[in-house]
């Protein structure tokens, strides 16, 4: 694998990955191109470059999370980082420290990189208008969660091809989901369409928000007619207020994917989740262990994914 496969570092027109609407299809490309190429040097035990050798990455991180915070580590690593982890409970914000003080405390120590996993949205773009260290978001409230979105897309990729006209169905608690925003934003950029279904109370208030290629399915039928893939979501109990799902057992009656659910989708239509996996409830262990279920390539493809952010927006810090 040669260097240039990589891209080139800074290359995006961006300088920090708040969340994925407003970035342009050729930024996303381009780190779908270069995850691509992470990917294969992961599967093949190739050298990769340093990029990140000498920066200092801060994975800011007041939220609870394994699959995130591992690949991204995991991806520092594998630049060559050293990163630093940060943990709410045990830092000065216990404390009443600010959060503004907090980061400029922390930059002041040498921070070139933030990582940010917060509970409240826009905090990405908070810290970002208070440092000068590159931002990445790795889930902010029930806003974004970019990364997650881009490696579904680059999941999706590599099975389906190009995206422009597949149809996607993403069912569950959408309108808590920062993941499912980040694919409503990336997806038809890409050229894809989705198909949204879920209790009326978890839909989002204003689908048409994210353009025509996103669209409210009548029915379970409808929304998995046709569909090139089927992403499902958890429902996000610590998200929303009571009193907007009768019961886990009456959801799973009505909206849980089982193996003759799934054959109203394509023939071989990929099933993603995003994790963790509420078994028994939004899918059944026969649909996600088996052979059109892509979830535990989600996860490998989120430290390619994590690599290709971090080498293209802080590769030549």
Not at 132 to 153: R, S, W
Not at 256 to 263: A, E, F, I, N, Q
């Amino acid at each position: 694998m040669t260097k240039s496969a990589f891209g080139v570092s800074g290359s995006l027109s961006v300088r920090h990955l708040p969340g994925l609407r407003g970035v342009s299809r050729d930024d996303i490309l381009s780190i779908l191109q270069v995850a691509q190429a992470f990917r294969e040097a992961i599967d093949t035990h190739a050298p990769v470059p340093k990029s990140l050798s000498g920066v200092s990455v801060v994975n800011l991180f007041f939220e609870n999370s394994t699959r995130t915070r591992l690949s991204f580590e995991a991806a520092q690593k594998r630049l060559g980082a050293s990163p630093m982890n940060f943990s709410a409970a045990s830092s000065s914000t216990a404390k009443g420290e600010s959060l503004r003080d907090t980061v400029r405390n922390i930059q002041a120590l040498g921070a070139d990189v933030f990582v940010v996993r917060h509970s409240c949205a826009g905090t990405p773009d908070f810290i970002a208008s208070h440092t000068k260290a590159v931002v990445v978001n790795a889930g902010d409230g029930a806003c974004e969660h970019p990364t997650q979105g881009l490696l579904d897309a680059l999941t999706m990729q590599q099975r389906l091809g190009d995206l422009a006209e597949k149809r996607i169905a993403i069912i569950g608690d959408i309108r808590h989901s920062r993941v499912a925003r980040s694919n409503l934003w990336a997806l038809p950029t890409l050229g894809a369409t989705v198909r949204l279904w879920g209790p009326a109370t978890l839909l989002p208030r204003h689908p048409e928000a994210f353009g025509p290629s996103v669209t409210v399915a009548q029915s379970l039928e409808d929304a998995l007619d046709g569909a090139d893939a089927v992403m499902l979501l958890r429902i996000q109990h610590e998200r929303q207020s009571s009193g907007l799902l009768p019961s886990l057992r009456e959801y799973r009656h009505s909206f849980g994917l089982d193996k003759s659910r799934l054959t109203m989708a394509k023939p071989g239509a990929l099933v993603l989740h995003p994790g963790p996996i509420n078994r028994g409830i939004e899918v059944v262990s026969e649909v996600a262990d088996n052979d059109q279920s892509v979830i535990l390539e989600q996860v490998t493809n989120g430290v390619a994914v994590r690599m290709a952010v971090l080498h293209l927006l802080a590769g030549r810090l």
